[in-house]
T-cell receptor, first 109, second 115 residues
Framework: QKEVEQNSGPLSVPEGAIASLNCTYSDRVSQSFFWYRQYSGKSPELIMSIYSNGDKEDGRFTAQLNKASQYVSLLIRDSQPSDSATYLCAVNLNYQLIWGAGTKLIIKP | DADVTQTPRNRITKTGKRIMLECSQTKGHDRMYWYRQDPGLGLRLIYYSFDVKDINKGEISDGYSVSRQAQAKFSLSLESAIPNQTALYFC??????????????FGPGTRLTVL
């Protein structure tokens, strides 16, 4: 079993709707969790970090963490075509980031 | 702007050749990383360095070596390139303070093809 798992997609969402991206991880020791966005042909960039159970909001983005169930999710409200990208989930384990393979999100105008 | 740069951006080479990929940063960060990205596999850590004298193997270090020449420079070498090392390679940095290990800043990537 991979340590960090994401549905590869593509996930297609109409413009203006909520996009929901999910990530599960296998190691209960993990304490910090990150969402990166990667546009096609570009490098990843950090968009959200979360360390505690519950929700963390930043603009149109909300990260949700449930340590008991070992999942972390990212919600994007009012989705825009510019949100079309691959979203990478990363988990801090033993001073390294362990990465999921990413979910490709397509926002349809 | 403080930045992370990688050279070359693209490289095509032949099996058995020695290749060096270079990374420089002007962010003043202590920590530097080398990753490779393959379709469907995500980012995998090759080597990481927390300072000039501290270099550590990552998940997939076999066939690679690194050199941390200065705080700002971290090079990745493929001593004898093989076709399954064809991938997109990223250098990244992070600050010991601030965001710590989770907030990593990536260079633009080097696309390496081994024939």
């Amino acid at each position: 079993q991979k340590e960090v798992e994401q549905n590869s997609g593509p996930l297609s969402v109409p413009e203006g709707a909520i996009a929901s991206l999910n990530c599960t991880y296998s190691d209960r020791v993990s304490q910090s969790f990150f969402w990166y966005r990667q546009y096609s042909g570009k490098s990843p960039e950090l968009i959200m970090s979360i360390y505690s159970n519950g929700d963390k909001e930043d603009g149109r983005f909300t990260a949700q963490l449930n340590k008991a169930s070992q999942y972390v999710s990212l919600l994007i409200r009012d989705s825009q075509p510019s949100d079309s990208a691959t979203y990478l989930c990363a988990v801090n384990l033993n001073y390294q980031l362990i990465w999921g393979a990413g979910t490709k999100l397509i926002i349809k105008p | 702007d403080a930045d992370v740069t990688q050279t070359p951006r693209n490289r095509i080479t032949k099996t058995g050749k020695r290749i060096m990929l270079e990374c420089s940063q002007t962010k003043g960060h202590d920590r530097m990383y080398w990753y490779r990205q393959d379709p469907g596999l995500g980012l995998r850590l090759i080597y990481y360095s927390f300072d000039v004298k501290d270099i550590n193997k990552g998940e997939i270090s076999d066939g690679y070596s690194v050199s941390r020449q200065a705080q700002a420079k971290f090079s990745l070498s493929l001593e004898s390139a093989i076709p399954n090392q064809t991938a997109l390679y990223f250098c990244a940095t992070s600050d010991l303070k601030g965001g710590g290990i989770g907030e990593q800043f990536f260079g633009p990537g080097t696309r390496l093809t081994v024939l």
